[in-house]
């Protein structure tokens, strides 16, 4: 039979089960975009630019069980959406990148758009493919959701020349897909020495990253099993309920929250799950694991990679945490907590809260106050996204994350510029929560058109803007070291005007009694499917934990010469 290859794009994605297409339409891929408008399952969705389209496609793959998939431009499309993409591929989140290609049928060179697309993705795909015949693009397509789906999740991309998508070709048959069989049973070996050391440790602990997002249920099993606390990754934060009573926050080592550095001073055997040890997970390599580290991992090139594993086990977290609660539970009867754990934490969590709201804002809003007055008007299974500064740290630390999936941000790609595309995305896959964005002023204005895709979309999401004028997670590494703040002072800006430019409600919040009130307005108008932009005058003048402990780190592992450098050169334009 005869099909065009936009035919066959589209046939193939409906097939996967692909909901949403996030794009840019151009003379490349108009034949696929028209295809779309025929779908009765797909809704093309167009974005204000493709790095939006990348970042959209993200969190619709960390919010739902859809894999986020673009439909851009050859080149000028690609690059611009390389940094979503980016993101993709060092959080390990599935995405499908579907872009045209140039002719193949004119012999001739120096077209538009005319680029080596594959070479500029390699680094940043788990696969790319170059379709060079209709009869490719099913299977291809299959392959690539594969690909893009299994061991550790990533971005794949797949190019389909502009003429095969225009004109008719020869397939001999349209196959429906036929989802993968599960992956096979994880090392039982490895799971019975991994029970043994933990159940023989006095004071044992887990460390669960993004891996472990959609094993939840099975951490908490043997947190209890074992009575041992559960720390998480910034990645990770919503990997575990933060009211589990053995829930102790983000981080372990002198840069995590107060009941986790405590928490997890003497831990002798530490079960790591779905952490890759990155440098922000570990709050530049701060931390200090026991020599009895059991490390789980759906890839295994994360074992031994920077901290040595006594037990390494490869698999999926869920199926690698059911065998292994079995296994210790065939060691003998459960250790729980007496309660002294339990207690520590509460007190700790409750010190460091108290430690927050004493401080002083000087009449702008203190970020703990905020937090608790988001988390009282939340649903448990709201959407919290964060971009990437000083505020995505103020919400690890202050605001509790009650579900998984519950906290996105781009973490180990760090890229700013993710949280308004991303919140915009959260709230099309999951229309029921409630989706609010934390994001810089700075991030904020990266890529805050996709407010605009939200209001054409009519969907109720909340874009909190923390307005300190700073890039503060560098203005505030400036300040000590160079006592002044090079290019990291921002030029004011009126969000009002932003709100008003994309058809956006507006709520400004510029005191800490404003709090209570101007969240409650934000969220009335998101329910009525109103996007809302808030500006929140917040206070920075407090440094959170991590920050503190990673300049502490970092400082420390210079060489006595540089130390000396950096600290007489501080003191000299001090006092200078
Ligand atoms: C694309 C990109 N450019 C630059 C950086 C470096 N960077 C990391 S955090 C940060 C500051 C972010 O400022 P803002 O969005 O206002 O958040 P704040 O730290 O003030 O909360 C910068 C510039 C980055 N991570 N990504
Ligand atoms: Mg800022």
Same mark, same amino acid.
């Given at each position: 039979?005869?099909? *065009?290859?936009?035919?066959?794009?589209?046939?193939?994605?409906?097939?996967?089960?692909?909901?949403?297409?996030?794009?840019?339409?151009?003379?490349?891929?108009?034949?696929?975009?028209?295809?779309?408008?025929?779908?009765?399952?797909?809704?093309?969705?167009?974005?204000?630019?493709?790095?939006?389209?990348?970042?959209?496609?993200?969190?619709?793959?960390?919010?739902? %069980?859809?894999?986020?998939?673009?439909? $851009?431009?050859?080149?000028?499309?690609?690059?611009?959406?390389?940094?979503? $993409?980016?993101?993709?591929?060092?959080? /390990?989140?599935?995405?499908?990148?579907?872009?045209?290609?140039?002719?193949?049928?004119?012999?001739?060179?120096?077209?538009?758009?005319?680029?080596?697309?594959?070479?500029?993705?390699? +680094?940043?795909?788990?696969?790319?493919?170059?379709?060079?015949?209709?009869?490719?693009?099913?299977?291809?397509?299959?392959?690539?959701?594969?690909?893009?789906?299994?061991?550790?999740?990533?971005?794949?991309?797949?190019?389909?020349?502009?003429?095969?998508?225009?004109?008719?070709?020869?397939?001999?048959?349209?196959?429906?897909?036929?989802?993968?069989?599960?992956?096979?049973?994880?090392?039982?070996?490895?799971?019975?020495?991994?029970?043994?050391?933990?159940?023989?440790?006095?004071?044992?602990?887990?460390?669960?990253?993004?891996?472990?997002?959609?094993?939840?249920?099975?951490?908490?099993?043997?947190?209890?099993?074992?009575?041992?606390?559960?720390?998480?990754?910034?990645?990770?934060?919503?990997?575990?309920?933060?009211?589990?009573?053995?829930?102790?926050? #983000?981080?372990?080592?002198?840069?995590?929250?107060? &009941?986790?550095?405590?928490?997890?001073?003497?831990?002798?055997?530490?079960?790591?799950?779905?952490?890759?040890?990155?440098?922000?997970?570990?709050?530049?390599?701060?931390?200090?694991?026991?020599?009895?580290?059991?490390? !789980? %991992?759906?890839?295994?090139?994360?074992?031994?990679?920077?901290?040595? &594993?006594?037990?390494?086990?490869?698999?999926?977290?869920?199926? !690698?945490?059911?065998?292994?609660?079995?296994?210790?539970?065939?060691?003998?009867?459960?250790?729980?907590?007496?309660?002294?754990?339990?207690?520590?934490?509460?007190?700790?969590?409750?010190?460091?809260?108290?430690?927050?709201?004493?401080?002083?804002?000087?009449?702008?809003?203190?970020?703990?106050?905020?937090?608790?007055?988001?988390?009282?008007?939340?649903?448990?299974?709201?959407?919290?996204?964060?971009?990437? /500064?000083?505020?995505?740290?103020?919400?690890?630390?202050? #605001?509790?994350?009650? *579900?998984?999936?519950?906290?996105?941000?781009?973490?180990?790609?760090?890229?700013?510029?993710?949280?308004? +595309?991303?919140?915009?995305?959260?709230?099309?896959?999951?229309?029921?929560?409630?989706?609010?964005?934390?994001?810089?002023?700075?991030?904020?204005?990266?890529?805050?058109?996709?407010?605009?895709?939200?209001?054409?979309?009519?969907?109720?999401?909340?874009?909190? $803007?923390?307005?300190?004028?700073?890039?503060?997670?560098?203005?505030?590494?400036?300040?000590?070291?160079?006592?002044?703040?090079?290019?990291?002072?921002?030029?004011?800006?009126?969000?009002?005007?932003?709100?008003?430019?994309?058809?956006?409600?507006?709520?400004?919040?510029?005191?800490?009694?404003?709090?209570?009130? /101007?969240?409650?307005?934000?969220?009335?108008?998101?329910?009525?499917?109103?996007?809302?932009?808030?500006?929140?005058?917040?206070?920075?003048?407090?440094?959170?934990?991590?920050?503190?402990?990673?300049?502490?780190?970092?400082?420390?592992?210079?060489?006595?010469?540089?130390?000396?450098?950096?600290?007489?050169?501080?003191?000299?334009?001090?006092?200078?």
């Amino acid at each position: 039979m005869k099909k *065009t290859g936009a035919w066959l794009v589209r046939y193939a994605l409906e097939q996967i089960g692909v909901r949403y297409t996030f794009g840019i339409p151009g003379v490349h891929n108009t034949e696929t975009y028209d295809e779309l408008n025929k779908s009765a399952s797909i809704q093309p969705v167009l974005v204000t630019h493709e790095a939006g389209a990348a970042f959209m496609a993200d969190a619709l793959s960390r919010t739902s %069980d859809q894999v986020g998939t673009l439909l $851009i431009v050859p080149a000028a499309g690609v690059t611009h959406a390389a940094s979503g $993409i980016g993101e993709a591929f060092l959080d /390990g989140i599935p995405m499908l990148v579907i872009a045209g290609g140039i002719r193949t049928d004119t012999g001739k060179t120096f077209q538009l758009h005319e680029m080596d697309q594959h070479a500029l993705l390699a +680094p940043i795909t788990k696969w790319t493919y170059k379709i060079e015949t209709h009869e490719q693009i099913i299977p291809v397509i299959y392959e690539a959701y594969r690909v893009a789906t299994t061991g550790e999740p990533g971005p794949v991309f797949v190019e389909v020349p502009v003429n095969l998508q225009l004109f008719p070709g020869e397939v001999s048959a349209t196959p429906s897909y036929v989802a993968e069989p599960a992956q096979g049973k994880p090392d039982s070996a490895a799971i019975q020495e991994a029970a043994k050391m933990l159940y023989a440790a006095s004071s044992p602990g887990l460390f669960v990253g993004w891996g472990a997002v959609h094993a939840s249920a099975e951490t908490a099993a043997i947190a209890d099993f074992l009575g041992a606390p559960v720390a998480t990754t910034l990645q990770g934060l919503s990997a575990f309920p933060a009211n589990h009573p053995l829930h102790t926050g #983000m981080g372990i080592g002198p840069a995590a929250v107060p &009941a986790a550095e405590n928490a997890f001073r003497d831990c002798d055997s530490l079960l790591a799950v779905g952490n890759r040890f990155g440098e922000i997970g570990t709050a530049s390599y701060g931390i200090n694991p026991p020599a009895n580290l059991v490390h !789980v %991992d759906i890839n295994p090139r994360v074992f031994n990679a920077n901290y040595p &594993a006594a037990v390494s086990i490869e698999g999926d977290a869920r199926a !690698v945490m059911a065998e292994l609660l079995k296994a210790l539970g065939a060691l003998g009867p459960a250790k729980p907590d007496s309660g002294r754990l339990k207690a520590a934490i509460a007190r700790d969590k409750q010190a460091y809260a108290a430690e927050w709201l004493a401080h002083d804002s000087k009449g702008r809003v203190n970020p703990a106050r905020f937090f608790n007055e988001l988390r009282t008007q939340l649903a448990d299974d709201a959407i919290v996204v964060a971009d990437d /500064g000083n505020h995505t740290f103020l919400v690890a630390e202050l #605001m509790p994350i009650h *579900t998984p999936r519950g906290f996105i941000s781009p973490t180990d790609f760090n890229c700013m510029g993710y949280a308004a +595309p991303a919140v915009t995305a959260a709230k099309l896959a999951n229309p029921e929560k409630q989706v609010v964005g934390v994001i810089g002023d700075g991030a904020f204005l990266m890529t805050c058109m996709e407010t605009l895709t939200a209001a054409s979309l009519q969907l109720g999401a909340v874009y909190f $803007i923390f307005n300190d004028g700073e890039l503060s997670q560098i203005s505030q590494a400036q300040e000590i070291p160079y006592n002044r703040k090079t290019c990291s002072v921002l030029q004011a800006v009126r969000f009002m005007g932003v709100a008003d430019a994309t058809g956006c409600e507006f709520v400004s919040i510029e005191s800490d009694d404003a709090c209570g009130p /101007g969240i409650a307005r934000a969220l009335s108008l998101a329910a009525q499917n109103r996007p809302v932009i808030v500006d929140v005058k917040v206070d920075y003048s407090k440094r959170t934990r991590f920050t503190k402990g990673a300049v502490k780190t970092n400082l420390e592992r210079f060489t006595l010469g540089n130390k000396a450098r950096f600290i007489g050169r501080a003191l000299y334009r001090k006092l200078f």
